[in-house]
C-alpha cells in the first residue's frame, strides 16, 4: 500500500514570497490533515478535509495560508505572503473516517519550509 | 481544550533498558489515542492505536496502555536497541470525525 507521498521536501524561501506544497493521500482515504510542526513542538493542526469539505480550519492564518482538496483526493496548502515564523515541517496525513473503527492517521515524510 | 503533555521530554538510556514513557490529556472524552514515532527530518510513523474502550495495545516490544479516567497513557519499550532513538508522540482524538491533539513529544536517545 503507497502512503502520503508529499512535495518538495525542502523549501527554502525569502520572506514575503509566496510558498505552495502537494499532498496525496492514501487512496481511498476521505480524510486529509495538514499539520505544521515548529521545531521542538508537537503538530498543530491547519485544516481538516472530509473528501473535498473543510471539517476544521479554524487554526489556520487565513490572511496568508489557504488550502484546496479538488476533487477529494490531492490538496494544496499556500503561504502568501510567508513570514519568519512560518519556518516549519508541514506534514500532511490522511485516515479512514466514518463508520470505520480503526481509524488510524497516516502521515507523509513532510515539507520542511525555511523562511530567510 | 484538549491538552496534551508528555514527560520526559527527554531521556537518555544504556541499551537493553526497559523504559516507559508518558502522556498525560485533560479531557477524558476521547475516542482513541495513538503513538507514533518521528526520526530527525522525517514524518511520522505510526506505532501504536489504541481504541477508547481499549486497556492496552501492543506490538513486538512495545506496549501502549491507557486510562482514560486518569487521563493517562504509557508507552513502554522492551529491551531497548539504539535503533529506538527518535522522539515519540502520542496524540488523541476527541470523535471519529476529528482531528489528533499532539503532545509535544519525548526525545529518546539509546546509548550502545
Known amino acids: 500500500e503507497a502512503g502520503v507521498a508529499q512535495s518538495p521536501r525542502y523549501k527554502i524561501i525569502e520572506k514575503r514570497q509566496s510558498v505552495a506544497f502537494w499532498c496525496n493521500p492514501i487512496?481511498?482515504?476521505?480524510?486529509l490533515y495538514w499539520y505544521q510542526q515548529i521545531l521542538g513542538q508537537g503538530p498543530k493542526l491547519l485544516i481538516q478535509?472530509?473528501?473535498?469539505?473543510?471539517?476544521?480550519d479554524s487554526q489556520l492564518p487565513k490572511d496568508r495560508f489557504s488550502a484546496e482538496r479538488l476533487k477529494g483526493v490531492d490538496s494544496t496548502l499556500k503561504i502568501q505572503p510567508a513570514k519568519l515564523e512560518d519556518s516549519a515541517v508541514y506534514l500532511c496525513?490522511?485516515?479512514?473516517?466514518?463508520?470505520?473503527?480503526?481509524?488510524?492517521?497516516?502521515f507523509g515524510q513532510g515539507t520542511r519550509l525555511t523562511v530567510v | 481544550k484538549q491538552e496534551v503533555t508528555q514527560i520526559p521530554a527527554a531521556l537518555s538510556v544504556p541499551e537493553g533498558e526497559n523504559l516507559v514513557l508518558n502522556c498525560s490529556f485533560t479531557?477524558?472524552?476521547?475516542?482513541?489515542l495513538q503513538w507514533f514515532r518521528q526520526d530527525p527530518g522525517k514524518g511520522l510513523t505510526s506505532l501504536l492505536l489504541?481504541?477508547?474502550?481499549?486497556r492496552e495495545q501492543t506490538s513486538g516490544r512495545l506496549n501502549a496502555s491507557l486510562d482514560k479516567s486518569s487521563g493517562r497513557s504509557t508507552l513502554y519499550i522492551a529491551a531497548s536497541q539504539p535503533g529506538d532513538s527518535a522522539t515519540y508522540l502520542c496524540?488523541?482524538?476527541?470523535?471519529?470525525?476529528?482531528?489528533?491533539?499532539f503532545g509535544p513529544g519525548t526525545r529518546l536517545s539509546v546509548l550502545p
Open positions: 496525513a490522511s485516515s479512514l473516517v466514518m463508520g470505520v473503527k480503526n481509524t488510524e492517521a497516516f
Open positions: 487512496s481511498g482515504h476521505a480524510t
Open positions: 478535509f472530509q473528501n473535498n469539505g473543510v471539517v476544521d
Open positions: 479531557d477524558s472524552a476521547i475516542y482513541n
Open positions: 489504541i481504541q477508547s474502550s481499549q
Open positions: 496524540a488523541v482524538r476527541r470523535n471519529y470525525g476529528q482531528n489528533f491533539v
